[in-house]
C-alpha cells in the first residue's frame, strides 16, 4: 500500500483492505470542520464496496455524507468545494486491481500535516450519526458557463476508457458544440493509463479533422491524439498553459518532470512561470502559497486551473482545448513542445531500497553534473535544454527517470546511462 499526499492506494483485498479504508476514513473526519462531505467513485469493481465503507466510517462519526456516485474525481474536487471536504474512491491510472482514497479539503488535496492526521489512529468520539442524501453535481455547466460555446462545432472521438467519464465527458463537449462519438464507454479496448497506452483504437477512430481524447479511469488525466498521432503529455498540459494565457492568466507552476518547452513558452508570452515537486498535491499548495492562476504537472497530462478545481481535470481540459483547435496558439505550443524530446522510464523497485538508491545516485550526479536540485528528487541540468530527473514514486514501487533535450540521441544516452546507475546501486544494496 502507498501512502502519500497523491492519496491511499493498494491492491483491494491484499495489502489495502476494508478494515484501512474505515481506518484512514475515521481518522480523515478530524480535518472535515463543516461537518459535511461528497463521495464519489470510480468504475473499479472494488469501488462498490469500499463507497459503502467510506460512507458507513463518516456517518458513524457525525459527517453528513452527500453521495454524487460514479463520478470523475474533478466532478468531486468542484463540489467539496461548496461542501468543504470529500473523498474520491479511486487509484486512477493503477492497474483495475488497485484502488485507493483521495481526501479533499476545501476543494484541494492533503497537505503533509494532513495526510500525518490521516495516518495516525485517532480515538473516534462517540457523536450523533450523520445522514446521507444521493446530489447530482453542476459541474457540467459550470465548465461550459466557463469555456462558453465553439462556434466551428469540431468534430471530437471521446474515448472513456470504460472509466467514470462516460457521464459527464460527452455531456460537456456536445453542449459547448462539438460532434461526438463516444469509443470504449463501457468494455475498453485499452489500458487504466493513455498517457502509457499506445490508444491505437482512438488513432484508428480519428480522422485527420478530427480531435480524439482519451481518460483514465477516473476522469482527471486526458490525453490527445491528433493528425493520425497520440500527441505526449505535455502536449496536452502545454495547451492548457497556453489556452490560459490567451484568457489572461499570468502566473503559472510548473512541477519540476515538465517540459522546458512550456516553460520557455510561459516566459515567452512574458507570464510568471515557479517550479514545484512533483504531484497534483504539490503543484497546487505551491499555487495556494504564491496566488498562481494555473499549472500542472506534465507526466500525468494534469493542467489545473485553479479558478476552477484544486485538481487535475482532463474533462475541463479537453472542453478548453476543443474551444482554441481554430486559434494560432494550438499549433504554436505543439511545434515547441515537439522540438523537445522527453523520455520517461521506471524501474521498478521496492519501497524499502529507495532511500539508499538516492542517496547513492545523488552522490553519482553531483560528481559529473554542476547544477543539481534537490527540490523533489535529483534533477540535474545538463544544459539550457537538457535536464534528468531521479524520483521515488508517489504511486507505485518505482523509482521514475525522466530526460528531456532538444537531441533525441543525447537524451537517449543520458537516460540509458542514469538508468544503468539505479539498477547497480539497487544490486549493490539488494
Not at 405 to 422: A, F, G, M, P, Y
Request: neutral net charge; contains cysteine; glycine residues 8%.
Amino acid at each position: 500500500m502507498k501512502i502519500t499526499i497523491s492519496g491511499i492506494r493498494g491492491i483491494f483485498g491484499d495489502d489495502f483492505t476494508s478494515k484501512d479504508v474505515m481506518k484512514y476514513c475515521n481518522n480523515f473526519t478530524k480535518l472535515v470542520k463543516s461537518k459535511n462531505c461528497v463521495v464519489g467513485c470510480d468504475t473499479r469493481p472494488s469501488s462498490k464496496i469500499i463507497v459503502n465503507d467510506v460512507i458507513a466510517s463518516l456517518m458513524q462519526c457525525g459527517i453528513n455524507v452527500y453521495n454524487l456516485g460514479m463520478v470523475p474525481t474533478p466532478v468531486v474536487f468542484r463540489e467539496a468545494r461548496k461542501y468543504g471536504a470529500g473523498v474520491m474512491i479511486t487509484s486512477s491510472h493503477n492497474p483495475i486491481e488497485w484502488n485507493g482514497l483521495k481526501f479533499i479539503i476545501d476543494g484541494r488535496g492533503l497537505n503533509q500535516n494532513e495526510l500525518d492526521i490521516i495516518k495516525n489512529n485517532q480515538n473516534t468520539d462517540k457523536t450523533t450519526i450523520g445522514n446521507e442524501k444521493f446530489i447530482e453535481s453542476d459541474y457540467v455547466n459550470d465548465v461550459v458557463n466557463l469555456v462558453g460555446f465553439v462556434k466551428e462545432s469540431p468534430e471530437v472521438v471521446v474515448d472513456i476508457g470504460g472509466g467514470a467519464a462516460k457521464n459527464v465527458a460527452p455531456q460537456v463537449l456536445q453542449k459547448i458544440g462539438c460532434r461526438i462519438k463516444v469509443i470504449n464507454e463501457t468494455e475498453t479496448k485499452r489500458g487504466p493509463d493513455p498517457t502509457t497506452d499506445n490508444l491505437s483504437y482512438l488513432i484508428s477512430e480519428c480522422s485527420k479533422n478530427q480531435i480524439g481524447f482519451a481518460y483514465d479511469l477516473d476522469g482527471d488525466r486526458v490525453v490527445i491524439v491528433k493528425n493520425g498521432k497520440k500527441l505526449s503529455p505535455d502536449i496536452t498540459l502545454g495547451l492548457g498553459i497556453a489556452k490560459a494565457i490567451e484568457l489572461g492568466y499570468k502566473k503559472f507552476i510548473l512541477s519540476i518532470d515538465t517540459s522546458i518547452a512550456i516553460e520557455k513558452y510561459i516566459k515567452q508570452n512574458g507570464c510568471e512561470i515557479q517550479r514545484s515537486k512533483v504531484g497534483e498535491a504539490n503543484v497546487v499548495d505551491m499555487m495556494l502559497q504564491t496566488n498562481s492562476e494555473a499549472g500542472g504537472e506534465g507526466s500525468s497530462a494534469g493542467f489545473i486551473l485553479s479558478k476552477f478545481n484544486f485538481c487535475r481535470d482532463g474533462i475541463l481540459t479537453s472542453a478548453l482545448t476543443s474551444s482554441m483547435l481554430q486559434n494560432k496558439r494550438f499549433v504554436e505550443i505543439i511545434d515547441l513542445i515537439n522540438e523537445y524530446h522527453q523520455i520517461r522510464e521506471k524501474v521498478k523497485i521496492e519501497s524499502e531500497f529507495h532511500d539508499k538508491i538516492m542517496d547513492e545516485l545523488k552522490q553519482n550526479l553531483q560528481n559529473e553534473y554542476s547544477e543539481i536540485s534537490t527540490i523533489d528528487g535529483i534533477k540535474a541540468t545538463i544544459d539550457e535544454n537538457s535536464w534528468i530527473l531521479v524520483r521515488k514514486s508517489n504511486t507505485e514501487n518505482s523509482i521514475r527517470i525522466s530526460c528531456e533535450s532538444n537531441d533525441l540521441e543525447k537524451t537517449r544516452n543520458i537516460q540509458e546511462h542514469v538508468i544503468k546507475l539505479v539498477k547497480q546501486s539497487y544490486a549493490k544494496i539488494k
